[in-house]
């Protein structure tokens, strides 16, 4: 359902626009809509979106906004982006109420994977 003025869509570019929807697709269960050769779309994953074909990434330390998952088991998503060609840039740490780890997929674009506290 659309609500006025809030976040409805997010859009991300894709070197590898094939990889990438592999990618999300065996690590997080995601299907697709394709529009054209150049254009993918995914939806009922928390925000709708899509992935378009282009040589540019987004990362944060260039300034890109980071979209962090939820996992109640942490250490066996890390596994999954790990076993389906995702890089860990940064392992699992602690913040004041919970543990994240931050991948790369393999287009280039940075996301994180967070849940509460270890015990």
Not at 34 to 48: C, I, T, V, W
Not at 72 to 79: F, G, P
Request: charged letters at 20%; proline letters at 3%.
């Amino acid at each position: 359902m659309n609500q006025h003025e809030k976040l409805n869509y997010v859009e991300f570019a894709a070197k590898d626009l094939e990889s990438t929807k592999a990618f999300f697709s065996k690590v997080f269960g995601w299907s697709f809509v394709d529009y054209g050769p150049e254009y993918s779309a995914f939806s009922n994953q928390g925000l709708d979106g899509g992935f378009f074909q282009s040589d540019s990434c987004s990362q944060t330390q260039t300034g890109g906004a980071l979209l962090v998952f939820y996992s109640a088991d942490i250490e066996s998503t890390l596994d999954k982006v790990v076993n389906n060609g995702g890089d860990i840039i940064r392992p699992i740490f602690e913040f004041p109420g919970g543990c994240r780890f931050h991948f790369v997929e393999p287009s280039g674009n940075e996301f994180a994977v967070w849940s509460e506290a270890r015990a």
